[in-house]
């Protein structure tokens, strides 16, 4: 993608998804799923970069603006973590169409056009650049919560009262509408993250009685995924172990539909089988023992 492509997406992404009206990320689903507790922290004191639903930056819990092509720098070094990121990595990847004379001045461009906010959350130096080491990012807290739920030594406890905040950070796209092809990788990695362990929350969900929570979970898993069938399954087995059976069959049936008009394909034998006995009762196939 040219820099003027890549600077499109990003104004386009910032009208819709910007730092202006974002709520701050909250820092309470980072904690494991079987904690008896819940961290109460909130983004406060520093700088966050948020990446989950939209690129946003705050400082002290505010919400900064930052310049449409300084937005792109800060969105990929934030997904670089803590490393630091030599400065030609970060040119040529931003700016991969442009000539590299050309791509480091963009560079220098967009770092000098930080404001102070933005500046905060970096540092800069002349050979590299990273995240200043109180900078803390959205993403980063949302994988160690992905990761605890999908931790084995957990898999026998119970999810603790912050399930739902975990849903609710599992559900966030990472930077919709940007189509770089760096961020469109990251996405596509976390989209495979969460949703492993969306399907996952579900299931113990569901093994300890939350069948609210369970739904709530499985349904996002759908949302990110239509044609997923692991996270059909997990909605349908959360109906069933509601008793709600209907619900159930109309899960399946919007799925079924999805599935032949996208894809030409029919539900697997396994997940027919987990409605198998409720289609048959509604066609009537079943008949009352002598």
């Known amino acids: 993608m040219s820099w003027q492509g890549g600077q499109r997406m990003g104004n386009g992404h910032r009208d819709g998804h910007g730092a202006v009206g974002r709520r701050a990320p909250q ?3 980072s904690v494991p799923i079987s904690s008896a507790s819940a961290s109460s922290g909130r983004v406060g004191a520093g700088v966050c970069i948020g990446v989950l639903g939209g690129f946003g930056l705050w400082v002290d819990g505010e919400s900064a603006a930052v310049p449409a092509g300084s937005e792109r720098v800060l969105a990929f070094l934030a997904l670089c973590a803590r490393a630091a990121v ?6 040529g990847t931003l700016w991969p169409a442009s000539s590299e004379h050309s791509a480091h001045a963009n560079l220098r461009s967009a770092l000098a056009r930080l404001h102070h906010a933005g500046r905060q959350a970096l540092e800069i130096g002349p050979a590299e650049v990273r995240l200043a080491r109180d900078t803390t990012v959205d993403l980063h807290d949302a994988r160690r919560t992905a990761h ?3 931790d084995p030594a957990d898999s026998g406890r119970p999810p603790c009262s912050s399930a739902l905040d975990a849903v609710d950070v599992l559900s ?3 930077l919709p509408g940007w189509y770089d092809d760096w961020a469109l990788l990251e996405a596509e990695d976390w989209r495979q993250l969460r949703l ?3 399907e996952t929350l579900a299931g113990r969900l569901i093994t300890a009685r939350r069948y609210a929570e369970a739904v709530a979970a499985a349904q996002a898993a759908v949302h990110a995924d239509p044609l997923r069938e692991s996270g059909q399954a997990c909605l349908v087995r959360a109906h069933l172990a509601e008793g709600n059976p209907s619900e159930a069959l109309h899960a399946f049936a919007r799925y079924t539909r999805r599935l032949h008009d996208e894809l030409g394909l029919e539900p697997t034998e396994r997940i027919q089988r987990l409605v198998a006995g409720l289609v048959r009762s509604r066609r009537g196939d079943d008949r009352p023992g002598p």
């Open 27 to 29: 820092q309470a689903v």
């Open 86 to 91: 030599p400065r030609p990595l970060i040119a």
């Open 148 to 150: 605890r739920i999908l």
């Open 172 to 174: 966030a796209d990472l």
């Open 196 to 198: 492993h362990a969306l």
